[in-house]
């Protein structure tokens, strides 16, 4: 096992939704460890995320992973990093995916490179949409084996990371792990994804929106649990090796979609078909056996719809948080017809 622990993390894309989900939960879990937050602050990105985090624990930088000399002069100053950095929305990435190649591809080549300089521990964090989608009858889930094929823009660019880390970790040694997650869920998550569209449209008084037939799967986790096993693997994952993180959430989007009108007091169909997205995937599901078994981790938040009520809770609660951002986001899906 390689053991590390790290005194000084350096956290990309922390002000972004799963990034700064997990700088709380370090502050709440290892309060001696330090962070430095490296963000561009796009659209996604919010400072407000970080309220809380005690101030000797974080040090806020604005700044993009693309930017070499910053990326090599923070990365001089930490003995982790933990790379959330990204452009994350599969429909964005159909809109307009140059951000996508070069945040997700050139942005985690300038890091591994300074890793590489600076001997950096380096945690990648990736997608289960790298695999691409599974039918909706197949008794299969990924696994670590499984071939990479991915769909959009976004997993094509997600895949193409992974393959820079692992050939970082063997033609140069870097001190590198990937994990790839499935879908997560919980608080912060920008207005644009599935869930929370949801929750701010019934807030808003606008009908939701369901994509294609509904019937496409998704395995959800809560983002804790994603927090907590990236801290395992981070802390005792073994150098070049990939682990799947997920919760044993299927579900398909029509009745994620019931759940959340039943949840806030509507009647279950009260939401608009629309246009299906292009190449959208059917099915992923994570079969996480390796990180369970080598390194001990279990998810804590399994009932979902306790998470999806205290996710609700927090978009009632944080009005003032999604509202600036939300007649933008409708207006950009309205262009696609969605
Ligand atoms: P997000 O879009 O909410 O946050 C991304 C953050 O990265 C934002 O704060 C943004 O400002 C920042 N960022 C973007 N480009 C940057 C750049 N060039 N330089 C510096 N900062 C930049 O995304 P998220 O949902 O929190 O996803 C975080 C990571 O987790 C991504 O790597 C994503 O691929 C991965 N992931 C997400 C999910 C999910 O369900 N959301 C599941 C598995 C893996
Ligand atoms: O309004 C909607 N209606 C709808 O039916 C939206 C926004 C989505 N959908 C469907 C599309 C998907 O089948 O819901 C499902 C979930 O959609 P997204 O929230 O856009 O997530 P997805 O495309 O599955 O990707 C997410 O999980 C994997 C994250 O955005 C990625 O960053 C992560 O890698």
Known sequence: MTICEPTRLLVTGGAGFIGSNFVHWVATHHPEVKMVVLDKLTYA????????????????????????????????????????????????????????????????FTLLEAARRHGTRFHHISTDEVYGDLALDDPARFTEETPYHPSSPYSSTKAAS???????????????????????????????KFIP?????????????????????????????????????????????????????????????????????????????????????????IDSTKLRRELGWEPTHQDFSEGLADTIRWYQENEAWWQDAKAATEQKYQKLGQ
Request: net charge negative; charged share 25%.
């Open 197 to 285: 569209r949801q929750i701010t449209n019934i807030l808003a008084g606008i009908r939701p929106k369901l994509y294609g037939d509904g019937l496409n799967v998704r395995d959800w986790i809560h983002v804790d649990d994603h927090s907590s096993a990236v801290w395992a693997i981070l802390t005792q994952g073994q150098a070049g090796e990939t682990y799947l993180i997920g919760a044993d959430g299927e579900r398909d989007n029509r009745t994620v979609m019931a759940d959340i009108l039943t949840a806030m007091g509507q009647e279950s169909d009260a939401f608009d078909w629309v246009r299906d997205r292009p190449g959208h995937d059917r099915r992923y599901a």
């Open 162 to 192: 992974d393959m820079l880390v692992r050939a970082w970790h063997r033609t140069y040694g870097v001190n590198a792990t990937i994990s790839n997650c499935s879908n997560n869920y919980g608080p912060r998550q920008h207005i644009e």
């Open 45 to 108: 990105g919010n400072l407000a995320n970080l309220d809380g985090v005690p101030e000797e624990q974080l040090t806020f930088v604005q700044g993009d992973i693309c930017d070499e000399a910053l990326v090599d002069e923070l990365m001089a100053s930490v003995d982790a990093v933990v790379h959330f950095a990204a452009e994350s929305h599969n429909d964005n990435s159909i809109a307009d995916p140059a951000p996508f190649v070069r945040t997700n591809v050139e942005g985690t």
